[in-house]
């Protein structure tokens, strides 16, 4: 996804087709003495996708099969299709708001996205996986076969235990849905989010709510926009009460709001940033003739989770850094990601997902597209570690292993807590002499 990357050569890049495949390419890697690592969307932040060894590629394992309450999908399925196949039947599988991220990153290490309040994060609806293990093996774990590898793969994160090529979840049925999107005014922002902090978590299951904060060109000179979106899922009525609530907590008028029932498609279609586009058309250039998103040149995020709600003097810092240290030619957000709800009440040593208690979430990025400008990705990163040093005297120190961060100083407590002891047994198990391995790897 990200073009950043590209400079790093693998020896080889090995295409699978099936499960065999996979199998026969992790054979060849080891007898070869040759590193291998696993892709299936290409979207880790880190770039742990791709290496000097060899790459294998699962993205053509993307079969979705939808049987009565049941969805299967390859681990190379990504989200677009995935929504495509279930909503036809009405159904669908809570994954997250990216066309093109694929199965296999998102499902193994959490899966945040228009549902997850309502029902739970996507490891939340994991049956079962297929994995190719180290030893070659092919094994489907679930409650019953390969308890601990099944709690494992749901949160441990990609890359850790084997390479997973099907997946079985249980999807939930969808309906219309009232998508709404409020802005306010950029001296209105600290009133906002902190109304939307005490609102939205705590607030009914069928509510979605995030705030972007974007800036688009932080050369300064231009104020950040505030938007504040989301969907709810119950009855219409209601959820505009609910919206109506949240702006009488603030108790400035928002600067626009619109809160309108569409259908599910049409919805995530916009959601994924692609309103108007065929499914085939949401997809990434060269997947297919119709592709039409493009690759990204560069994109840095830092962010955390936050377990309590953040004083005003908090927030303040927190806005402040979206402008500090202006650069031209960098895009700068900073969102808020509201959880609460159906992912909340799931224990946290239930499935290896351990961040059960977040109120939220909230990550800055910088990203530069088309072009990276001369010492951009300095500055970008530069900027991001500063207000990543004002975000975590605020944060709970826990971090999304979904969102991986190769600056991250303790990140294996950030990510897994206190199921890292038992994702390091599951680890020892199955892969005891680390062919799997990246630098953040349990
Ligand atoms: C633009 C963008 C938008 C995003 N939006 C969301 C969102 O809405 N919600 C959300 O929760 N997350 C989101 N993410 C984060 C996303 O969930 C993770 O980056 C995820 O790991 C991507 O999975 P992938 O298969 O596409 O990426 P990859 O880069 O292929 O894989 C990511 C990691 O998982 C490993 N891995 C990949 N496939 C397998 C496999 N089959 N078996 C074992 N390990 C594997 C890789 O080796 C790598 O370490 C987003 C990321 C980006 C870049």
Redesign the pocket.
Known sequence: ??KQFDDIRPRAVVRCRSAEDVAEAVGFARSHGIRC?????????AG??TGAGMVID?SGLHRIEVAGDVVRAG??A?LVDLYDATLRHSLAVP????P???????A??????LETRKHGF?VDHVLSAT?VLADGRTVTCDEHRHPDLYWAVRGG?????????EFAFRPVPVGDLLDYRLTWPWEDATAVVDAWQRWAPDAPDDLASVINIGVEDAGGGSAPDLTVAGVWHGEPAAGERLLRELTDRVGRAPASWSATVRDYRATIMDWFDCDGFTPAEAHLVGHNPAARIER?AF?VSRGGFFDSVVPAAGLKELLAAVTDRPFAGQRRDLNFIALGGAGNRVAPDATAFVHRGARFYAGYSADMDPVVPEHGPQAARAWIDGAFGTLSRWWSGRS?Q???DSRLADWRRAYYGENLARLQRVKQRYDAERFFD?PQAI
């Open positions: 996804m990200l690592v696993v892709r299936s969307g290409g979207h880790s932040f742990y996708s699962v681990a190379g990504q994954t997250g708001w990216c093109t991220v694929a199965l296999g990153g998102l193994l290490g959490g899966g945040i996205g996507t994995l994160g990609g890359g850790n235990f084997g390479i997973a090529v990204y994109s999304y979904n969102f991986m990246f």
